[in-house]
Every structure is written in structure tokens, then in C-alpha cells.
């Protein structure tokens, strides 16, 4: 026999699946979502019905065609982006393709799991971690979802994984964005906000893997020493506070104990810690805010044996932007702390 076409390939297990009674009436698909031993089967589908499990779980031979079929129709789009990728174990919605899509190892994000407020910024829970930043849009003559319909797809997903629908938005009506958060096998937790617009054919996505316990760590204090050396200054996004608050999240320790070492190997620097925030809200209360964290890293360093005299502090608000305002990546990036070598 000669090699199948693709065609063929994908074929003969849908074939084989069709003649043992074991096609599904919808369109689904498994993905190892937390790790080899826990798989989420994502409803992405036209109705809500699961997938029966049980009948997968009979046959490892089935299963194992299943695997190969939905590993096959998950494939990348011809119309994706060149150099775009999607989420790892977040399968995308049937009908889209990738736009553009950026990772970062260690990133930050403000989720609205409290909602909007009057402007439309985001208000709840800043969380750090590994990030994934990616925009889908519908094909051409594909068939289009109603935002409901996207919503709902992942509050299954996410509910199959132990997790589920934190907040929607609006909580009636037509959604226009929805959080999920569920649990990793590691102690730690997957994030994920979906904003829909353009009528429900483009789809964003903002995830956040979260990790338990340990963090990596966004600076050494080699690395910090040789930014100093270097440039006079370095720019921390480590260093993480409560939601418009000065009180530092412990999540930050990690960082503030390079620094620390920092300063103690090298008994001769003196450092300005200067605060700055992103630009929502409004001025005066931005320069407080960024004054007072700067203030509390301060504070942490001398509880921990610095010498107060080689250090100071000052808050810039949001008068030195580093990045765009009108994202939230950009926000991100601008809410920092800054070591400055005086």
C-alpha cells in the first residue's frame, strides 16, 4: 500500500471510531490540561453535552485513536500568524485562528474578578506568573459562536479540572469577558480572563500559571549588581503589593532577599528605591501609593540588617511610564520598583 494522503490519515480512525459506535455527536477535545495522570476533556463543542467517558475509558485502543484524531483536528490553522503559538493545554474554540500570541516566563496581570470600574479599567487580583497573552479571530465562513457559547466552553473546561467560572461580565445578557481560575497539580493554579468582542468573532486571552510555593526569581544579586555597575539603575516587576495598597505580597520575598544579599556583600553601595505605578487612578494618589511601597521595601531591608543610611526612598506615580498605558502588559511593566545607585 502506498502512504495515505492526510486526508486518509485523519480518515481511518474517524472510520474506525464510526464503525464501533463510538463517534461522538459533538466536537470535543481531551488535552492533558494538568500534567500525564489528569486530563481535561474541553467541551468545544455546538451543544453542551459530555462526551461519554465511560465508553473511552473502556478501550485503551479507542482512546488512543480518540488521542490521535483530536491531536490531529487541534492542529495548527493555515490562516495562524507566523510565529504564533496557543496555550499549551488551552485548546482554542473550532473556527479561529491565531492573530498574534506572546509568553512570557515570568510576567504579571490584573484579572477583573471584581469587574470594571467606570472607565473600564480592571478591578481584583493581580497575579504573577508564567503568561500567556493571545488573540484569536473567526475564519472567513466559519461558523460563528455566541459569546455565550464561548463562555460557557471554558467554565466546562475548567470546571472538569477541579476549578471554574469566578466572575462574568456583564453577569447578565451577552458576556463580554469571563475569569476562570483552577487548580495545578503542583499546589499552584491556572488564571485565565477572556475578553470577546467584534460581534463574538475575535477572542483574547490573558493566562497566568501561577506556581506554589516557590517562584522564580526575576533577579539574582550578581545580576542586580551587574545592572548597577552597568547602567546606575535596574528595574524590578518582582516586587508585588496588594491591590492598591503598600503591603508587600510574600510571593516577593524571594527577590527582596537578593537585594538584601546585595547590599551585604558589597558594604559600600548605597541604593534609592523609587516606586512607580501605572497611570490608573489618578495622579496624586499614584505618587502616594508608589512613595509608600518604596517605603515598605525600605523598611523590609532594614528589618533584615541593612543599614537605614544607604538607603532612601522616593515615589515617581506615574510620571515615568516604561511602556504603553493602554494594555495591560504595558501596565504591568510600568508598575515597578527601581533601584538607583546614589
Not at 189 to 208: F, K, T
Not at 267 to 293: A, F, I, P, Q, Y
Request: glycine letters at 8%; charged letters at 25%; aromatic letters at 10%.
Amino acid at each position: 500500500m502506498g502512504n495515505l494522503p492526510p486526508c486518509g490519515i485523519l480518515a481511518a480512525p474517524l472510520y474506525a471510531l464510526w464503525v464501533f459506535g463510538l463517534f461522538p455527536t459533538n466536537t470535543a477535545v481531551l488535552d492533558a490540561a494538568n500534567g500525564s495522570k489528569n486530563t481535561l476533556l474541553r467541551n468545544v463543542s455546538y451543544k453542551y453535552e459530555e462526551f461519554p467517558l465511560r465508553i473511552l475509558n473502556r478501550s485503551p485502543f479507542v482512546l488512543l485513536l480518540f488521542l490521535f484524531v483530536t491531536t490531529a483536528l487541534a492542529a495548527s490553522d493555515p490562516n495562524d500568524t507566523e510565529g504564533t503559538a496557543d496555550h499549551p493545554e488551552v485548546t482554542r474554540f473550532p473556527g479561529f485562528h491565531l492573530d498574534s500570541s506572546e509568553m512570557n516566563d515570568y510576567n504579571e496581570f490584573r484579572f477583573a474578578s471584581e469587574g470594571f470600574d467606570d472607565s473600564g479599567e480592571p478591578k481584583g487580583e493581580v497575579k504573577a506568573g508564567k503568561y500567556w497573552h493571545i488573540f484569536y479571530w473567526l475564519n472567513e465562513g466559519a461558523r460563528k459562536p455566541s459569546a455565550i457559547e464561548l463562555v460557557r466552553n471554558y467554565e466546562n473546561a475548567f470546571k472538569k479540572a477541579g476549578g471554574g467560572l469566578v466572575i462574568r461580565h456583564p453577569p447578565s445578557g451577552e458576556p463580554e469577558s469571563a475569569v476562570y481560575r483552577m487548580p495545578q497539580p503542583n499546589g499552584g493554579e491556572r488564571w485565565m480572563q477572556i475578553n470577546i468582542s467584534a460581534g463574538g468573532e475575535r477572542l483574547e486571552m490573558n493566562i497566568v500559571d501561577v506556581g506554589a510555593m516557590t517562584q522564580k526569581v526575576e533577579f539574582s544579586a550578581d545580576e542586580i549588581a551587574d545592572a548597577l555597575n552597568k547602567n546606575g539603575y535596574i528595574a524590578l516587576t518582582g516586587i508585588l503589593f496588594d491591590t492598591g495598597k503598600a503591603t508587600i505580597k510574600s510571593e516577593s520575598e524571594p527577590l527582596l532577599n537578593e537585594i538584601i544579599a546585595l547590599l551585604k556583600n558589597d558594604k559600600s553601595l548605597k541604593l534609592s528605591v523609587e516606586g512607580h505605578t501605572d497611570n490608573v487612578g489618578d495622579k496624586r494618589t499614584n505618587e502616594e501609593l508608589s512613595k509608600k511601597r518604596a517605603e515598605s521595601v525600605v523598611k523590609y531591608l532594614t528589618g533584615n540588617g541593612i543599614d537605614s543610611k544607604r538607603l532612601k526612598f522616593d515615589g515617581k506615580g506615574d510620571s515615568m511610564p516604561v511602556a504603553d498605558n493602554r494594555s495591560e502588559n504595558g501596565r504591568a511593566k510600568n508598575r515597578r520598583v527601581e533601584l538607583v545607585k546614589f
